[in-house]
């Protein structure tokens, strides 16, 4: 069946270190490809997504690309802040009403 | 512009009680959903719907029912809580389906089973 994995957190960094964050998918089809955050206390929100292999999803200073022959959808960002400190969740979706989420990876950031 | 409404956010039961887990948008959605995040695990689809009237199961829907009678409304029912059931549980809408549509969820509510 489908299925996402993301690299097991937490990721701590400091200020302005990259970031990248590790998402496999498994998937029949041509699944779109998302990433969700999640701040503390609140509920998810779409961060990026990309449809299509090759599609670069980008939002707020982070970037995924669709990788179809490695079938990665791995998140970067070139320099964190503080207030990047959250969980976030890679997803994919096949075209029903099931997006399959990762488990999460909670990312803190030292001032 | 409240977006995707969700209460209590917290809440206590004992094993055998019920409870339900209120869901309001005020976006005019058509699709909603129930997840559960467990610790650990990515989020599970619970329940969805596509309109008023009409709702199907997700992954796992043992243990629980719902109702749409309205576009804003999406209730959660637990009728015989298990400590299985503790988890944090996660409203959701999309204009359209969850392909074209990015999911808006709410805040959560944290359940505990005892």
């Known amino acids: 069946g489908n299925s996402v994995t993301q690299m097991e957190g937490p990721v701590t960094l400091s200020e302005e270190a990259f970031l990248t964050i590790n998402c496999t998918y498994t998937?029949?089809?041509?699944?779109?490809l998302f990433w969700y955050v999640q701040y503390p206390g609140e509920g998810l929100q779409l961060l990026l997504k990309a449809t299509k292999a090759d599609d670069k999803g980008s939002n707020k200073g982070f970037e995924a690309t669709y990788r179809k022959e490695t079938t990665s959808f791995h998140l970067e960002k070139g320099s964190v802040q503080v207030s990047d400190s959250a969980v976030y969740f890679c997803?994919?979706?096949?075209?029903?009403?099931?997006?399959?989420f990762g488990a999460g990876t909670r990312l803190f950031v030292k001032a | 512009n409240a977006g995707v409404t969700q209460t209590p956010k917290f809440r206590i039961l004992k094993i055998g009680q019920s409870m339900t887990l209120q869901c309001a948008q005020d976006m005019n959605h058509n699709y909603m959903y129930w997840y559960r995040q467990d610790p650990g695990m990515g989020l599970k689809l619970i329940y969805y719907?596509?309109?008023?009237?009409?709702?199907d199961k997700g992954e796992v829907p043992n243990g629980y029912n719902v109702s749409r009678s309205t576009t804003e409304d999406f209730p959660l029912r637990l009728e015989l809580a298990a400590p299985s059931q503790t988890s944090v549980y996660f409203c959701?809408?999309?204009?359209?389906?969850?392909?074209?549509?990015?999911?808006?969820f709410g805040n959560g509510t944290r359940l505990t089973v005892t």
């Open positions: 998937a029949t089809g041509y699944p779109s």
């Open positions: 997803a994919l979706n096949t075209g029903g009403f099931k997006t399959i």
């Open positions: 719907s596509v309109g008023a009237g009409i709702t």
């Open positions: 959701a809408s999309t204009l359209r389906g969850p392909l074209d549509s990015p999911l808006h």
